[in-house]
């Protein structure tokens, strides 16, 4: 059997204008979680290395 590896980005823009309205994402198992304020974009990289379906939450 081959186990699979894969790279996976995760790219969120907050297109609010609004100087207190930030925006969260999160990926539990995964221990991803982070912050955008507005008119910013953030990324994160992972690997994609358990087979499943995750929740995400924003």
């Given at each position: 059997?081959?186990?699979w590896n894969i790279?996976?980005?995760?790219?969120?823009?907050n297109l609010d204008k609004i100087?207190?309205?930030t925006h969260g994402w999160a990926?539990?198992?995964?221990?991803?979680n982070f912050t955008v304020s507005p008119l910013e974009t953030k990324s994160v990289t992972f690997?994609?290395?358990?087979?499943?379906?995750f929740w995400c939450y924003c």
């Open positions: 059997a081959v186990k790279d996976k980005a995760i790219i969120l823009t100087e207190d309205l990926m539990p198992k995964y221990d991803i690997i994609a290395d358990k087979p499943g379906v």
